[in-house]
């Protein structure tokens, strides 16, 4: 069996996904996603002018050397938008495999620990009674987890990913359209004095089985993380999300030393190696890496088993920026996992999007049903890309209120 050809498309309802089609001499092809939000023609163009030639003529099936081909053939390693681009070649090779053997990937992997795997929503709100009523909507849709976003009295912009007020009747997604980055404005103290009483009320409405999770999104300092992680221990968080940027892991262990608030970290990582040290140590508790521009399915089940050997759960990033080809990799990887924990979910499942990529996998009750369609069971209809062109977009860019740029 051999690789006889590889397509890449770029373009989606809202998103530009980067969806990669691998071909066979059998006429069997596979899926994958590349998508790496706001730089997608990147790795797009890395497939095209640099991996795509190397596939021709490879036997499919031996993904394991496929994926050490690329990785190890490289001279200049890891990175987003080299293990992006990987990550859809292996996705593809894994989606090969599982249609030859006419079993889903979790099959593959070792079968299923668990029949759904719980999600977590985004309520968000520009004040905290808009955000009480977010929550509410997804409560009564059977969510049990949330991550709980609110706008900051008196700071400008309000804090990060925050929407205008009454829009929060469906999942708020940012916009990043634009030509040049949206600029954000942040204060620390005052998201330090407020956010406390934002849990507090979210613990009088709904009790103490809701599962609540924050985004920090990488804005404190570690001691300031610490002493915040302290001080809100007595809400019971599922996690405090990205409380200090990941360049500098050792910062983790201030943090554990002084608060036993869950810790979850790593949606920017794309390699074992940028989180090796800190499941290791058992500094945090769930780890957040993404099948896509982590290098897909082989490496994240790597990463997947050195955090089982820690006591470390899996928390896989889940952004609307990952197409529902990489979001099915994350779920067979979810149903069989050991140690999984939790799945990012924000709603992809718009009509154009499920005439883009139909499946039959099941989000219900706040749990995802992988289905057991041979493969990773989305398909994608090449008719439908060709109504969509990119559109070029960009994070925004944070700065302190004095004008010091700070970390987004």
Request: net charge negative; proline share 5%.
């Amino acid at each position: 069996m051999k690789i006889t050809g590889a397509e890449v498309f770029v373009g989606g309802p809202g998103k530009n996904y980067v969806t990669l089609k691998i071909m066979t001499d059998q006429g069997i092809h596979g899926l994958g996603d590349a998508t790496l939000n706001n730089r997608e023609t990147l790795p797009a163009a890395y497939l095209k002018d640099y991996l795509i030639p190397c596939l021709i003529g490879m036997d499919p099936r031996n993904s394991e050397d496929i994926w050490q081909y690329f990785y190890l053939g490289a001279y200049f390693r890891r990175g987003p938008i080299a293990m992006a681009a990987f990550g859809a070649i292996d996705m593809a090779l894994w989606d090969i495999k599982g249609k030859i053997a006419n079993l889903p990937v979790y099959q593959l992997l070792g079968g299923k620990s668990r029949d759904g795997a719980l999600l977590y929503a985004h309520a968000t709100g520009a004040d905290v009674d808009d955000l009480l009523e977010s929550i509410d909507q997804y409560v009564a849709q059977g969510y049990k987890a949330v991550r709980v976003q609110c706008g900051i009295p008196d700071m400008p912009e309000g804090g990060y990913a925050i929407p205008e007020k009454g829009q929060h009747n469906d999942q708020f997604i940012t916009k990043f359209t634009g030509d040049v980055p949206k600029l954000e404005i942040w204060d620390t103290e005052k998201y330090l004095k407020y956010m406390p009483t934002v849990f507090e009320k979210i613990r009088e409405r709904f009790g103490d089985d809701l599962k609540i999770l924050h985004d920090v999104h990488h804005r404190l300092l570690p001691r300031e993380a610490a002493a915040f992680g302290k001080e809100i221990e007595k809400y019971n968080l599922f996690w405090l999300e990205d409380p200090t940027p990941a360049d500098d892991q050792s910062a983790l262990k201030l943090i554990r030393q002084h608060t036993t608030v869950p810790i979850a970290i790593g949606e920017v990582f794309n390699s074992l190696w940028d989180c090796k040290q800190m499941i290791e140590n058992e500094w945090l508790d769930y780890i957040r890496v993404a099948v896509t521009y982590a290098g897909g399915i082989t490496h994240v089940r790597r990463i997947v088993d050195l955090a089982a050997m820690h006591h470390v759960k899996t928390g896989f990033h889940g952004a609307p920026s990952h197409s529902p080809i990489s979001m099915a990799a994350q779920a067979h990887i979810n149903a069989w996992a050991p140690n999984f924990g939790i799945q990012e979910y924000l709603v992809l499942g718009t009509k154009e999007c499920d005439a883009l990529f139909p499946s039959d996998h099941v989000c219900k009750d706040g749990n995802f049903y992988v289905s057991d369609a041979p493969g990773l069971g989305v398909d994608f209809d090449e008719k439908e890309v060709k109504k969509y062109t990119y559109e070029r977009g960009f994070h925004p860019v944070v700065r302190l209120e004095d004008g010091t740029m700070w970390n987004y």
